[in-house]
T-cell receptor, first 112, second 113 residues
């Protein structure tokens, strides 16, 4: 079945540093989504990508839909303590009833 | 407005209890989902409702019974659960079931004693 490889698994950074994480797959996806999840809460949508090559920003966040449709990355610039959490990528393939394939998550810790 | 609400926030139940989780959205979305999530793991899909009909059941044990009374509401009925069913249960919705962004609710933290 389809799998997403998300890396890194965890990151420990200093406040103000930039962060980069990515997801790769051997399968082609039609939609890429990036979510952030705080402990005990539901995932919150950060960025949605629908076209190969698409580059989208949301404040300090930037994400890209890879040109091969098999990968996506998320960058966070000038990290702040509230960026702490687990970031999940998720991909979707059309005609599969809305199934999301999730990466294993990147746990981000930010030291003030 | 992209709000999905879930009640209760927390639920503790015994293995012989019957309880229900509720999910509601007023975005006019026609697809709704139940996920189960263990700590620090990605959500795992359980059920998909498309236009109020069950379209996907990911081989979920029958002690979990979903129900979609109308296009805004989704329930998950629980009966005779096991301790290993303790998890965060997430509801999500999307405009249509195929290709659209899914928006998640805050979840119900379930503990089975």
């Amino acid at each position: 079945g389809q799998q997403l490889n998300q890396s890194p698994q965890s990151m420990f950074i200093q406040e103000g540093e930039d962060v980069s994480m990515n997801c790769t797959s051997s399968s082609i996806f039609n939609t890429w989504l990036w979510y952030k999840q705080d402990p005990g809460e539901g995932p919150v949508l950060l960025i949605a990508l629908y076209k190969a090559g698409e580059l989208t920003s949301n404040g300090r966040l930037t994400a890209q839909f890879g040109i091969t449709r098999k990968d996506s990355f998320l960058n966070i610039s000038a990290s702040i303590p509230s960026d702490v959490g687990i970031y999940f990528c998720a991909g979707m393939i059309y005609n599969q009833g809305g199934k999301l394939i999730f990466g294993q998550g990147t746990e981000l810790s930010v030291k003030p | 407005d992209t709000e999905v609400t879930q009640t209760p926030k927390h639920l503790v139940m015994g293995m012989t209890n019957k309880k229900s989780l509720k999910c509601e959205q007023h975005m006019g979305h026609r697809a709704m989902y139940w996920y189960k999530q263990k700590a620090k793991k990605p959500p795992e899909l359980m059920f998909v409702y498309s236009y109020e009909k069950l379209s996907i059941n990911e081989s979920v044990p029958s002690r979990f019974s979903p129900e979609c009374p109308n296009s805004s509401l989704l329930n998950l009925h629980l009966h005779a659960l096991q301790p290993e069913d303790s998890a965060l249960y997430l509801c999500a919705s999307s405009q249509a079931p195929d290709g659209d962004t899914q928006y998640f609710g805050p979840g119900t933290r379930l503990t089975v004693l």
